[in-house]
């Protein structure tokens, strides 16, 4: 395994320890290996989602009119996107 040393705010630390207190991780890597887990796991998702609608997009027939006209439709739908 590959080591790395990071330095972190006293809030921050504290913030680890606290974790780590509660018994939610072995120790402060553990908490850090963790999170950048879920980072790596949301940037999937993100990549996934926004594959999903460019693929979308494609897909879809190109509209005859304005992009303003489309906007005010769909404002018109919800008046709490005015």
């Known amino acids: 395994m ?5 330095s972190v705010p006293p809030a ?3 913030w680890i320890d606290e974790r780590v207190a509660q018994g939610l991780y072995a120790d402060a890597n553990d908490f850090v290996r963790a ?3 879920r980072d790596q796991e949301q940037a999937a998702e993100d990549d996934a989602w926004l594959k999903a609608m ?3 997009g494609l897909a879809s027939k190109v509209l005859d009119q304005e992009p ?6 769909i404002i018109a739908e919800d008046p709490d996107l005015a």
Do not use: F, M, S, Y
């Open 35 to 37: 999170l950048l887990r």
């Open 12 to 14: 921050l630390k504290q």
């Open 2 to 6: 590959t080591e790395l040393t990071i």
């Open 54 to 56: 460019i693929d979308e």
């Open 68 to 73: 303003e006209a489309v906007l005010d439709a």
